[in-house]
Nanobody
Framework: QVQLVESGGGLVQTGGSLRLSCATSERTFTDYAVGWFRQVPGKEREFVAAIIRRSGGSTRYADSVKGRFTIYRDNAKNTVYLQMNSLQPEDTAVYYC??????????????????WGQGTQVTVSS
């Protein structure tokens, strides 16, 4: 397991942008696939985006964010980012990052994912 810290959330107007960061002090972070998820009170956690470990050459997105959000990693900084553009009120949620050795776990079986951050609030005003 790795300790993850999210940052970058905040209040933004419709159409605006935010960049979320998921950072760790673990030097082996490059060996972990990382995903972003979001949750609204009273609803189930929702997958947003994921990136494969090491090179980060493979990514996956929820249909609702394709073309607007970009996940990428800077292994030198042990950080994974989620660039969010063209934000809409329905993007309002607490955003969590998660890490696991298995990309499959991130995108298919989050019950098996062992490392989660504490979350960062994103609010998009209309």
């Amino acid at each position: 397991q790795v300790q993850l810290v999210e940052s970058g959330g905040g209040l933004v107007q419709t159409g605006g942008s935010l960049r979320l960061s998921c950072a760790t002090s673990e030097r082996t972070f490059t060996d972990y696939a990382v995903g972003w998820f979001r949750q609204v009170p009273g609803k189930e956690r929702e997958f947003v985006a994921a990136i494969i470990r090491r090179s980060g050459g493979s990514t996956r997105y929820a249909d609702s964010v394709k073309g607007r959000f970009t996940i990428y990693r800077d292994n030198a900084k042990n950080t994974v980012y989620l660039q969010m553009n063209s934000l809409q009120p329905e993007d309002t949620a607490v955003y969590y990052c998660a890490a696991d050795i298995s990309f499959h776990n991130i995108v298919e079986d989050t019950r098996a994912v062992g490392s989660w951050g504490q979350g960062t609030q994103v609010t998009v005003s209309s």
